[in-house]
């Protein structure tokens, strides 16, 4: 504003509306408002200008290109074996090509395939086809259409080969280890909260599992330890699956299969059983309880109003989460020399009420300080021009302190105007401050003067026109900045 008034212009040009609306986050109707204020407007066509280039660039970046589906052999239908089997032999149905921000991959559709198709909150299945000793690796698989979309990087030399498709084991091993804690999970949570409790979205990866539940409050702690409890003597029955395939939905109803709310299912539906858990599921999932070996619940969240998110570790990650946190106690044990668990929660809650204890200490030392620095820099103010100034570089605890010296010698000294620079944890903080009639009388503005002197210290700052701070980077230029400061009293 400042400078297009200087140049006698009306207007601020439309990129610069723009800068600030899409780099800084400042709406346009506050700026619309501001310049309004001040008599300007922007140009509106310039501002639309600029934001449909950046909906155009954000399209280009999320564009995915795809060739035509190129078939390569004559096939009609796709049959998944992967609930049996994590190996078998394939065919090629058909591939085609795809970009996106200017990387090449390809999907390929097998004739059968043991590869899970990304779907219900379980991720897809990695692997690799090899055929005449050379090996394509599946990085993903999605679904699409009813049909397993198999990713790679490179297409294999052979097209017309026959292929020997492989599943990544392990992953695949715990994944299913995730998947079916879930459903012990959900048995659990409507078990002790009750049966009000849904299932409102999961995500099951080899990594950890995630799963949201309607409930209208935090879980207590106790709440958290008996789902788990309950989770881990599920486990350790050992129970095994039992699976349904193609069974009539009504035959699944009467079985008592928790369908998801709003899923569709047509009229055969697939039913995974371990126990009492009895859920509608399209996933995969591990044949014995017992293989999911421990469970543990890392966090409990609120994801939106009466919507919970509990994260949880299985097998390995569960294991190897409960020995860290046994290898930290153990850690605190030695360092407060405390012989259990209770002992290391009574040393902690001591050191904290020491160290509240000596914070409250140092604050009152602080402020007796203070008031010696206050009581030393008002004797050394300088009458220029009538104004009692007061330019100085101080020592002070943090920032707060720095401030309420500023008000406190504001308050005491009339017609005064004060510059106080410091160093915090090395990086330099100006401060200008100044009685109302400085503001008024010579029309002084403390955040213009902080702007201009905070180049100094290659930083700035800004603030209220009788108060305000910058800060920055450069810890050698800030007795120049003081110095910049001060000469606004001539």
């Avoid at 989770?231 to 928790?258: C, F, S, T, W, Y």
Wanted: with cysteine; proline share 1%; glycine share 8%.
């Amino acid at each position: 504003m400042e400078q297009a008034q200087k140049a006698g212009k009306k207007q601020i040009d439309g990129k610069t509306v723009f800068v600030l609306y899409d780099t800084y986050g400042f709406p346009l109707d506050l700026t619309e408002l501001i310049l309004k204020e001040k008599g300007l407007t922007h140009n509106q066509a310039e501002f639309e200008q600029e934001l449909n280039a950046q909906k155009e660039r954000s399209r280009n970046d999320a564009k995915i290109e795809s060739s035509d589906w190129q078939e390569v052999n004559s096939f009609s239908t796709e049959e998944f074996t992967g609930y049996d089997e994590t190996t078998t032999d394939v065919k090629i149905w058909r591939y085609r090509k795809v970009e996106t921000k200017g990387k090449n991959f390809y999907q390929i559709v097998f004739n059968k395939t043991p590869f899970y198709g990304e779907m219900g909150g379980q991720v897809g299945d990695c692997g690799y086809i090899e055929a005449n000793g050379k090996k394509t690796y599946i990085t993903d698989t999605q679904k699409e259409n009813g049909l397993s979309i198999h990713i790679v990087k490179e297409l294999p030399e052979d097209l017309k080969a026959t292929f020997h498709a492989v599943v990544d084991a392990e992953k695949r091993t715990a994944i299913e280890r995730n998947h079916s804690a879930t459903h012990l999970l959900d048995e659990a949570l409507r078990s002790i909260l009750g049966t009000h409790v849904e299932q409102k979205g999961s995500m099951v990866c080899s990594d950890y599992l995630r799963f949201d539940f309607s409930h209208f409050s935090k879980m207590t702690d106790e709440e958290i330890a008996k789902a788990e409890a309950f989770v881990n003597e599920k486990i350790r029955e050992g129970i095994a699956l039992e699976e349904h395939r193609d069974m009539p939905i009504k035959d699944a109803q009467a079985l008592g299969a928790i369908a998801l709310f709003g899923e569709k299912y047509g009229d055969k539906v697939r039913v995974v059983k371990f126990g009492d858990s009895i859920e509608l599921c399209g996933g995969t999932h591990i044949s014995n309880t017992g293989r999911i070996g421990y469970f543990k619940i890392i966090t409990e969240t609120a994801v939106a109003a009466g919507i919970r998110r509990i994260e949880a570790l299985t097998g390995k990650a569960a294991e190897e989460y409960a020995a860290k946190q046994c290898a930290i106690s153990s850690a605190l044990k030695l360092m407060f020399k405390a012989k259990s668990e209770d002992d290391i929660i009574k040393s902690v809650e001591a050191l904290i009420a020491d160290n509240a204890a000596l914070k409250k200490q140092i604050d009152v030392l602080e402020h007796e300080k203070l008031a010696g620095v206050k009581d030393a820099l008002i004797a050394k103010a300088q009458n220029i021009n009538g104004v009692n100034v007061i330019a100085e570089r101080v020592s002070v605890g943090n920032k707060d302190l720095l401030k309420d010296l500023s008000f406190q010698i504001r308050q005491q000294l009339d017609n005064s105007f004060i510059v106080l620079g410091a160093l915090f944890d090395g990086k330099p903080l100006l401060s200008v401050i100044m009685s109302d009639n400085l503001v008024k009388e010579r029309s002084l503005n403390a955040g213009a003067i902080v702007k201009e002197a905070g180049k100094e210290i290659l930083g700035g700052g800004g603030g209220q026109p009788f108060y305000a701070t910058a800060g920055g980077k450069n810890p050698d230029g800030l007795d120049k900045a003081i110095a910049a400061a001060k000469a606004f009293i001539k």
